[in-house]
C-alpha cells in the first residue's frame, strides 16, 4: 500500500459559507477549522489501517474503494475526531453514525460509466486481500479550496 495519509478522515467535512471550487466566504471559519484539526493530529497517536479487501460503493456512487478493517486505532481516530467536532458548528455531509461507516480508501471514481459497464467492471474487481496489508499512518493530510485550488497540509500525529 502506498503512503497513507487520514485524508478520508477530513473528507466531507464542510463549514457554513465554504465550497470546494469557490473558497470561503468566512476566512475566520476555515481558520478554526484547520486550528481544530491541527490540534486533533498532534494529539492522534498513529493509526493502524488493515486494507481487507477491493470492494466498491455501488451505484448511484460507483467508486472502488480499499475496504479497510475496522482496528481499534482506527475506530478511536475517527471517533476522537467526531467529538471534536460535536463542539462546534462543523458539520460533514451526509454523515453515518459511527457504527455505519464504511473505512475505506476510494481507488476509482466510476459516475460517469453506465451502470452496465460500471456493473461489467465491479463484479470483477471485489477480492479479499490474501494475506491483509497493514499499514501505520504517521500523518493526516489537510486539505482545503481557496480561489477555486486545491492546497494541503501534511500534520504529523503526535499522540
Known amino acids: 500500500m502506498p503512503r497513507s495519509h487520514a485524508s478520508a478522515l477530513r473528507r466531507g467535512i464542510r463549514t457554513p459559507g465554504t465550497s470546494r471550487s469557490g473558497g ?3 476566512r475566520n471559519v476555515e481558520k478554526d477549522l484547520a486550528a481544530l ?10 493509526i493502524e489501517a488493515i486494507a481487507e479487501a477491493v470492494d466498491e460503493f455501488p451505484t448511484p456512487w460507483q467508486i472502488l474503494i480499499v475496504r479497510l478493517a475496522r482496528s481499534a486505532s482506527l475506530v478511536s481516530a475517527y ?22 461507516w464504511t473505512f475505506h480508501l476510494s ?12 456493473s461489467r467492471f465491479a ?21 482545503w479550496y481557496e480561489g477555486g485550488i ?8 503526535g499522540g
Open 24 to 26: 470561503s466566504t468566512n
Open 37 to 46: 484539526i491541527r490540534t486533533w493530529a498532534a494529539q492522534q497517536r498513529p
Open 79 to 100: 471517533s476522537s475526531l467526531t467529538t471534536a467536532l460535536d463542539g462546534t458548528d462543523f458539520r460533514r455531509l451526509g454523515e453515518l453514525p459511527l457504527e455505519d
Open 107 to 118: 481507488v476509482l471514481y466510476g459516475k460517469s460509466l453506465h451502470l452496465e459497464e460500471w
Open 123 to 143: 463484479q470483477t474487481e471485489p477480492r479479499a486481500f490474501e494475506p491483509a496489508t497493514t499499514e501505520t499512518i504517521t500523518e493526516a493530510e489537510l486539505v
Open 150 to 157: 486545491e492546497h494541503a497540509e501534511i500534520l504529523p500525529l
